[in-house]
């Protein structure tokens, strides 16, 4: 990856960072919070340069380190009464604003497609739409939380439409990656995840994209105060 611009590494490190930011302001900043998510960075970053992540034709992929981890401690989260605790704690205005990070993403992975790390497929000129959550996020925001003017039933359908959005592309990432099931992109592979900082958007930033809609669905579900926007009721009245 040394022939990338040093710019395209600084802004996806910056987007990074304000991903965990957002994330650490909606747990009423939580510092035991910010160090566990500092903490598996760091880690991350560590060995993907050791190289450990560019041994491809493995089974399962290496790759998977740096996600089941997330995953399974999303999972946690949801059946644990502590986890639902904590979930239930969080503030949904600033998981929604969380998603405006998408557009830097989109940004940074077409840049990379420029420079041959990843395919045209994942980008907004092939079949990733994602960058859609990220545009519409502000708008969700400040209509449905700020200005009131969105029901619950919106918001819940916009946060299922993103995360739509967001397994689509998951989907697309993974079968262009250079492992031994790869679907897609033979002639440009998706490389660029392999390697440092990159590799901090499937082992952070998606799973906490991903945890921002669970969050948010749930807590609209289940009507909680925390998820304060106008309820459908209001709109018949």
């Known amino acids: 990856m040394e022939n990338l611009p040093t710019y395209i590494g600084i802004v996806f490190g910056l987007t990074t960072l304000a991903t965990v930011l957002i994330f650490y302001k909606s ?6 919070t910010l160090v566990v998510i500092c903490s598996w960075l760091a880690l991350q970053a560590f060995i ?14 290496r790759l998977l380190f740096s996600v089941v981890p997330a995953m399974l401690f999303i999972f946690v989260l949801f059946v644990t009464a502590k986890g639902r605790q904590f979930i239930d704690s969080l503030d949904t205005k600033m998981l929604t604003i969380l998603h405006i990070i998408r557009i830097p993403v989109e940004i940074v992975l077409f840049w990379l497609f420029v420079h041959k790390t990843v395919p045209q497929i994942m980008t907004f000129e092939g ?17 449905g939380f700020i200005k009131k003017q969105l029901n619950r039933k919106v918001i819940l359908l916009w946060n299922f439409i993103c995360l739509a959005l967001l397994a689509n592309i998951v989907v697309i990432a993974l079968l262009s990656a250079p492992f031994p099931f790869q679907q897609f992109a033979f002639d440009q592979p998706n490389i660029a995840i392999l390697y440092f900082p990159f590799i901090w958007l499937p082992c952070c930033v998606v799973p906490l994209v991903l945890l921002a809609h669970l969050v948010c669905i749930r807590q609209i579900i289940n009507n909680k105060n925390t998820c304060n926007v106008k309820k459908t009721a209001d709109t018949n009245e």
């Open 27 to 32: 747990t009423t900043n939580s510092k035991t």
């Open 127 to 143: 079949r990733n739409f994602d960058i859609l959550s990220g545009i519409t996020s502000p708008i969700v925001f400040y209509f």
């Open 48 to 61: 993907s340069l050791s190289g450990f992540y560019t041994v491809t034709n493995s089974l399962p992929p």
